[in-house]
């Protein structure tokens, strides 16, 4: 069974541009997260999905983040304009239900934001 | 609100043992336990739900105290493989559905 897939891996742009980062989850899966990752720091939730309904997005800054879960299958998240405190590891997670299930996590996408 | 882990790091020779602790303030409904090695993805290696069960999987284990909101992730006969950093993700409420909160990880070393 295919894993988690995200895409780019890694990317690098200047601050004041924008970037999506895109996710692909196991076959099957209802609920998506999207984590963010600083250095040394424990994964942060940004948004949960629930098939299509983002059922908690309350830690996403709207100004400048948005995503998407078309289908209830693949989803993006987009920053733009991107700024320096942006740099961190973006991470995307499904499970098969909701929060009390285990959560497979993708590799991520390592933004650097110069 | 995070849950606090200790230590943040331990250094183990191989075959020793080791604890991992893992606490709340607020009341938990399950607390998940995750493996991430150097530049990869945590892996899941268990979820309590709040009834203060414990579980195995080879040689890790873990404990949740309901009422203590504390879960202790046990690392026993520890292997080169186990290195890594350990977090604790914690679910509140007294039912499912509130987002999982990480803590800050605790560093695992293991040498040979």
């Known amino acids: 069974e295919a894993g988690v897939v995200q895409s780019p891996r890694y990317k690098i742009i200047e601050k004041k541009q924008p970037v999506a980062f895109w996710c692909n989850p196991i076959?099957?899966?209802?609920?998506l997260y999207w984590y963010r990752q600083n250095l040394g720091q424990g994964p942060e939730l940004l948004i949960r999905y629930e098939n299509e309904e983002a059922v908690d997005d309350s830690q996403l800054p709207k100004d400048r983040f948005s995503a998407e879960r078309l289908k209830g299958v693949d989803s993006t998240l987009k920053i733009q304009p991107a700024e320096l405190g942006d740099s961190a590891v973006y991470l995307c997670?499904?499970?098969?239900?909701?929060?009390?299930?285990?959560?497979?996590f993708g590799p991520g996408t390592r933004l650097t934001v110069t | 609100q995070q849950p606090v882990q200790s230590p943040q790091a331990v250094i183990l020779r191989e075959g020793e043992d080791a604890v991992i602790n893992c606490s709340s303030s607020k009341a938990l409904y399950s607390v998940h336990w995750y493996r991430q090695k150097h530049g990869e993805a945590p892996v899941f290696l268990m979820i309590?739900?709040?009834?203060?069960e414990q579980k195995g999987h080879e040689k890790i284990s873990a404990s949740f105290n309901e009422k203590k909101q504390q879960s202790s992730l046990y690392l026993t006969a520890s292997q080169l493989s186990y290195s890594g950093t350990y977090f604790c993700?914690?679910?509140?409420?007294?039912?499912?559905?509130?987002?999982?909160?990480f803590g800050e990880g605790t560093q695992l070393t293991v040498n040979p």
């Open positions: 997670a499904s499970s098969l239900f909701g929060v009390s299930y285990e959560q497979y």
């Open positions: 076959s099957g899966h209802n609920t």
């Open positions: 993700g914690t679910e509140r409420g007294q039912t499912s559905g509130s987002r999982l909160t």
């Open positions: 309590l739900l709040k009834g203060g």
